[in-house]
């Protein structure tokens, strides 16, 4: 294994694109289609890099390797796998063969950094492949409106995933510390829905205006949060798609009148909200194998332990990690909760353009286009890991002004955001607020 | 061709963000719900010489359906018709009390100049949990760190300090918001130089309890949480000589996230006359450990009578020595019902797991462990070849072994023995260094 090639991170691939399309005019205002169509998804040419190359690390091969925590030659050589550190005290992912040079020894250095857990899933990577299905029937009625009905399907093989692993939370800040990304073709995807397209004719005067409406059912790999963990992948588990909302819809006016010039424009959004929350079981590693557990304050050795995660565990009777013993959780997350269970509230959002068009002066265009006319601002709930306070019993947890979950005192202040800063989501008002444009268009 | 000219006004400074939902906090309501205990006796406290006092034992529960604990965060008011305390400074020597959240703030802000006695009594990190008084409150690291950092803290029950422990890996560390394994030093309120003193004339050695392997499950096993030490065994004896009556014990806790509404359980008990006349006979000899050459241990010990259970704890040097002298001592307890002497046998396997193998290390140090140390060290790395034990024995009057966890899973677990009482006798605590033994 001292001579294994370096990592290949693709490989060339050739795959038949079919692609099917059937229509069927049932009469003059009557469509029926059906659609097929199987694609391939290139992974970017970032992930997982350019290969190493050994020859980058030729000029050292006539120098002995040496470990200077052993004083010997160092025997982390070779392909990664986990090992306990005797001297550190720690769980590592890495070789454990003599080096054969110091040239040896930096390959593997950088190797195993870059790749070491990748060898844990599988690689090169491959191309995802898409299946789809649609089919729709269209009718237009004979004021000149028309709608479109059309359910889908779309079925993901082997999708590319970047994972990561939480490797620990550093005691001072609660900040989470994570492992390199590793890839892997593991990722699934499926989506099912239906989606409907209402329009009426354009008119000179008086109402017309287009209606959307999508319904879809996606399940993936990625639970709400910032990272898709390792474990998770490994051990299949999947969710509604986190940044997908079940229910989307879309209305969009306009009213024309003749004697006065002017247009309006109203367009209308309903949202039907999003699944968030970190749920109170999450798949995580453990000593090297994946596991789905109830995420406790007994999984960390960090004075803040308790307020990064969902559930409290009886500091007098823990229980196993596996299947620990919990009085309380932070009271948001279902006790058999997974990550995602909870569901984001509705949003109506409206955007609102009004143009005037002077008789005597068509060329000129006077307008104003009001973006987020309720001016929602607000995200999503995210776990709220900068709160200050201390765990009472279920449900609560408690704080003082001046009082801070940190060893320094409370400088810097709550975030900014809606909601109560000691809870265990916090809201903040990301999205574009109420935004104004006015503006003339002159045609030359 | 088009010519736009436009300005955008953002406006967003003066309106109020669309406020989303925020989830449901489901919040137990744990004063319906919990059930607290109490129950007081006498403890017959073994000292240096031979010699003994009584004083006071407290076994108390607070614990919901299941079993587990009620709170992570209460503060007990013990009120006794005895002086707890011979040296009171502003309170009165009949209470025990801990400071509340509310109080250590005023007090870290300021507000507040007057230094309670609460804060060197159960101070803010004692409070009631699922199986007596311990110090795993959680508490405000910079409140916390604010007052107790300016005061000569104690290992008793004032002084308790907030720290887990990464035990078997490595020493403690300030553990605030954290789950932490911080059985008291007992008995409380030995006189020391700094804190506060009981009543009794002598001065007998404090140890903390916590039950291991092979009377409970061990705490290191592979999938237990690094931060458990062992399990509790329930009991507070107090320094202080006790007197026939009634007992109250009062633990408040808050119910909001700004402490703006409070809970308060109660419960009393009572320490009849006969129990103060008769307490348990004086615990001693301390045990004594012949280790085996495998790693295993003879205990010698004698149980006094009237005790229905008593428990020999041993906490002694962890045996994978390549990472000695970082790795915590681990404990081990032997239970046994049998009065008067007799011969426990501890055995030879009961260390938490080889992280290099997963298997069980040894009980008591061998020069095999020394051998295998050297193996995974470089060359020239020093192995100890010595390590230390403590000894310490306590005998009960009451089921306090049934009443433990994880035996028991009782909201309200029987702590008292026919006569309504809870008696204890410790014998005085031992602390020998021994040269490992020459198994494999």
Not at chain 1, 46 to 64: E, M
Not at chain 1, 100 to 110: C, G, H
Not at chain 2, 208 to 228: E, H
Not at chain 2, 280 to 296: E, R
Request: with cysteine.
């Amino acid at each position: 294994m001292q001579n294994s090639p370096a990592v290949t991170g693709l490989r060339h691939q050739t795959v038949f694109e079919p692609h099917l399309g059937f229509a069927y005019k049932m009469d003059a205002n009557d469509v029926i289609r059906a659609n097929y169509g199987y694609t391939l998804a290139i992974p970017l040419p970032t992930f997982l890099g350019a290969d190493i190359n050994r020859k980058l690390f030729s000029a050292y091969q006539n120098i002995p390797s040496f470990d200077n925590l052993t004083g010997k030659p160092a025997m982390y050589c070779g392909p990664g796998q986990p090992f306990y550190n005797v001297i550190t005290a720690t769980e590592q992912f890495g070789g454990t063969q003599r080096c054969a040079n110091y040239a040896d020894q930096l390959y593997w250095l950088e190797r195993n950094y870059r790749f070491g857990l990748q060898g844990q899933i599988n690689y090169p990577l491959q191309g995802a492949t898409f299946s789809n299905y649609d089919l729709s029937y269209a009718h237009e009625f004979p004021s000149g409106a028309a709608f479109k009905v059309t359910p889908f399907y779309r079925r993901g093989y082997n999708i590319v995933e970047t994972t990561r692993t939480l490797q620990g939370v550093d005691v001072v800040t609660g900040a989470a510390l994570y492992s390199p990304e590793v890839y892997s073709n593991l990722g699934f995807q499926e989506a099912t829905g239906v989606e409907m397209d209402v329009t009426s004719p354009p008119r000179l005067t008086g109402l017309s205006g287009q209606f959307t409406a999508t319904y879809i059912n996606q399940f993936g790999n990625d639970p709400p949060g910032n990272f898709l963990p390792t474990a998770s992948l490994l051990l299949g588990n999947v969710y509604h798609s986190p940044e997908i909302a079940p229910f989307q819809s879309t209305l969009a006016l306009t009213y024309k009148n003749q004697k006065f010039p002017l247009t309006y424009n109203p367009i209308f959004s309903f949202i039907s909200g999003y699944p968030y929350g970190t749920g109170v079981y999450q798949a995580i590693t453990y000593h090297g194998t994946p596991v789905y557990v109830p995420i406790t304050d007994a999984l960390y050795n960090s004075s803040q332990s308790a307020l990064l995660v969902p559930a409290w565990v009886n500091p007098q009777n823990p229980g196993s990690i596996f299947s620990p013993n919990v009085p309380g959780t932070q009271g948001t997350d279902g006790y058999y909760s997974g990550p995602g269970t909870l569901h984001s509230s509705p949003q109506a959002l409206m955007d609102l353009t009004i143009q005037y068009v002077p008789p005597n002066f068509k060329r000129t265009t006077y307008g104003m286009f009001i973006r987020n006319l309720f001016s929602n601002a607000a995200d999503i709930p995210v776990q709220n890991l900068a709160r200050d306070c201390q765990p009472v019993s279920a449900g609560v947890c408690a704080s003082l002004p001046g009082s801070s979950s940190s060893f320094l005192p409370p400088t810097v202040g709550h975030p900014l955001g809606v909601g109560n800063p000691y809870g265990a989501y916090i809201v903040y008002p990301n999205q574009a607020p109420i935004n104004v444009t006015l503006y003339a268009q002159v045609g030359l | 061709m088009t010519i736009a000219v436009g300005t955008a006004l953002a406006v967003s400074s003066c309106t109020t963000p669309q406020v989303a939902t925020l989830p449901n906090v489901n919040q137990s309501n744990i004063a319906a719900i919990a059930k607290l205990q109490l129950a007081v006796g006498t403890a017959t406290v073994a000292e240096p010489g031979g010699t003994s006092e009584v004083g006071l034992n407290v076994v108390t529960t607070i614990r919901i359906p299941g079993g587990n604990n009620a709170t992570f965060q209460n503060t007990p008011l013990l009120i006794a018709p005895m002086p707890f305390i011979s040296n009171p400074v502003n309170s009165n020597p009949d209470t025990v009390s801990g400071v509340l959240p509310t109080q250590l703030q005023a007090l870290a802000s300021g507000s507040s100049k007057r230094v309670p006695d609460a804060l060197t009594e159960f101070g803010a990190t004692v409070g009631v949990f699922g199986y007596g008084l311990a110090g795993e409150n959680t508490v405000s690291p910079s409140v916390y760190q604010k007052v107790y950092g300016v005061l000569t803290t104690c290992t008793d029950i004032g002084g308790v300090l907030a720290s887990i422990s990464n035990a078997p890996g490595g020493p403690t560390a300030p553990g605030f918001n954290a789950p932490r394994s911080q059985e008291l030093a007992l008995p409380v309120f030995v006189p020391k130089a700094c804190g506060f003193a009981g009543t009794f004339t002598g001065k007998p050695t404090t140890t903390d309890y916590y039950g291991g392997p092979p009377a409970w499950p061990s705490p290191a096993a592979a999938t237990q949480p690094t931060f458990f030490l062992g399990f509790p065994l329930g009991f507070t004896d107090f320094a202080s000589h006790p007197v026939a009556g009634t007992y109250q014990l009062t633990v408040g806790f808050t119910t909001s996230n700004d402490y703006s509404t409070w809970a308060n359980m109660q419960a009393t008990a009572t320490l009849p006359s006969a129990a103060v006349a008769a307490p348990l006979p004086l615990f001693a000899p301390p045990p004594t450990l012949a280790i085996q050459n495998d790693g295993s241990a003879l205990i010698d010990v004698t149980v006094p009578p009237g005790v229905t259970e008593a428990v020999i704890n041993v906490n002694a040097t962890d045996c994978f020595l390549a990472q000695q002298p970082s790795r915590a001592n681990n404990n081990y307890s032997v239970l046994t019902r049998v009065t008067g002497h007799q011969t426990l046998f501890l055995p030879s396997h009961l260390g938490p797991p080889d992280p290099t193998n997963g298997r069980p290390t040894h009980t008591f140090c061998t020069l095999g462990d020394v051998a295998e140390a050297k193996a995974l060290l470089p060359p020239g790395s020093v192995v100890p070849t010595t390590g230390n034990y403590h000894v310490a024995a306590v005998g009960f009057d009451y089921p306090a072994f049934e009443a433990s966890y994880p035996q028991s899973s009782s909201i309200a677990p029987m702590i008292t023995n026919a006569r309504g009482s809870a008696d204890v006798t410790t014998a005085d605590p031992q602390s020998i260094a021994y040269t490992f033994v020459t198994g494999p």
